[in-house]
Every structure is written in C-alpha cells, then in structure tokens.
C-alpha cells in the first residue's frame, strides 16, 4: 500500500518541505539493456550507425535527473551538486549494466532523480541501437540505495540481509520477530516517515491497540494515531484497535481518503 503524495481529503498535492532540516542527500539506482551478442559487439567497438552511444546515453541521463520535476508531476525542482552515470558491458548476459548517481544538499531526497537518470539513458540506449537490435528489453530499473533526510540510510542490500538477531538466556541466536508499520498519505507528511519496524516483544498486547501504544512510548508524537480519524489496515485488510496480528504483518496508519 503506497498512498503517496495525497492529502487528508485524497487529493494528489506537492509535498511541502519548507519546514525540513536541509542535509546531504544522496541516492543511486541501476537498470539494465539486454540485447543481442551482435550488438553489443558493435556498441563496444562504436560501429553502430548513430555514432558514440554511452557518450550520447550518459547525457541523456544527465539531463533527465535535471529535469525530473517536469517529468514527474510532483516532484520539486532540485538543484542537483551532482549527476554521474556508469555503464558496464557484460557479454555474459549480453546487456549493458546502467548506474546513476545523485546528490544535493536539500530538504528532499534525489531517488526519484537517480531512477529519471536510469530511465532515460537506458530508453537513449535502445534508441542508439535500435537499428540492428529492435528486441531489446529494457529491465531491472530500481532504486539500490539512498541516504540523508529524516527517514535515513537504505540500501536493497541491507533489506534483503536476514533480520536482526537476538539471543536467549541460554545465549542461543534467533531471528526477532518485527512488525512493518506504514505511515501512509497526510501521516507521512506528519511523521516525517513513511516506515518504521517494531520488535515483536515491545508490543503490550497483540493486537492494533498494542501497535499504536507501542509507537506511542518510541515517540510521543505518534499519540495522532489515537484520533478517530486515523484509519487502520493489517495486510491490506481494514482492521480496529482489537484485531489481533501475528508477527511478520503489516500494518498501515492512513487518513480517511474520500474522492472529492
């Protein structure tokens, strides 16, 4: 569930950031250009008929972190300290590898930057090659790590690592059992998280009501959750503050969202 940039009332609104501390923020993201053996041969001995490609695919991604904000309708306009773009040949796989690279110091973070970057180099690189090779397949675009801002460091790799551990009285290692918890739309703003994991065992009692006082003594500012007009999910089924939850669930806090 990711009911981003949306108020209290449902409507799609630009985020306000004015108030937010401005720091380093940083962001990286791949993707990759699958194609033919033939052409990636020709792309590495700069035969192909439009001229130099990664030169052209690399200021294309420039240009596009750039102007994500006219792409992208919510985006803020950013002014980027940096923009740099890698690629790698692989002829085990016969594609091209993209990385993109963003920075700034500000009050928003640059992944929507980084993944514009990716985007358009790679739709650049199909164009240079399109030629000799329409089967192409553009895939794997994502975002692998960010940093800066109020919600911190991520990196795919870190959440793809086993969970945290903790250990017994009798000193044996076992997984700790966590809850993801979403803040969703107006909450996120409010918050100024869209994401927070809670340890099994600091919960008072299973259920909804348990969540919230438990995020409530991490941080008083979560007491929001209390007002009748914060709603509730559990694995994307509408929940009270006495549904019981299970260890590995996900909860979601949203405001109620209408269509007018």
Not at 30 to 56: E, F, I, N, W, Y
Not at 118 to 131: E, I, Q
Not at 238 to 255: L, N
Request: hydrophobic share 40%; aromatic share 4%; charged share 25%.
């Amino acid at each position: 569930m990711t009911l981003t940039h949306l108020n209290a009332r449902g409507e799609a609104h630009m985020v306000d950031v004015a108030d937010k501390q401005e720091t380093r923020r940083e962001a990286r993201a791949r993707g990759s250009v699958h194609m033919q053996a033939s052409t990636l041969a020709l792309l590495a001995d700069g035969d192909l008929p439009k001229g130099d490609v990664l030169a052209t695919a690399r200021i294309a991604g420039i240009q596009a972190a750039k102007r994500t904000h006219e792409l992208i309708p919510l985006c803020h306009a950013l002014a980027l300290s940096k923009v740099s773009l890698e690629f790698t040949l692989d002829t085990a796989e016969n594609c091209v590898h993209v990385e993109a690279f963003c920075r700034l110091n500000g009050r928003t973070g640059v992944e929507m930057e980084a993944l514009t970057a990716v985007s358009v180099a790679c739709l650049t690189l199909y164009d240079m090659c399109k030629a000799v090779d329409r089967a192409m397949i553009i895939d794997g675009v994502r975002l692998e790590q960010k940093s800066g801002g109020r919600s911190g460091d991520w990196s795919r790799q870190a959440a793809l690592e086993s969970p945290p551990v903790s250990y017994g009285e009798d000193g044996a290692a076992s997984p700790t059992k966590t809850l993801r918890v979403q803040f969703l739309a107006e909450l996120r703003e409010r918050f100024e998280t869209g994401e927070y994991h809670l340890e099994w065992e600091r919960l008072p009692s299973p259920d909804i009501a348990g969540v919230k006082l438990a995020l409530i003594e991490r941080d008083p500012k979560f007491k929001a959750l209390l007002s009748q007009r914060v709603l509730c999910a559990c694995n994307e089924a509408m929940s009270q503050d006495g549904t019981a939850i299970s260890p590995g669930d996900e909860i979601a806090f949203f405001p109620p969202v209408t269509g007018g």
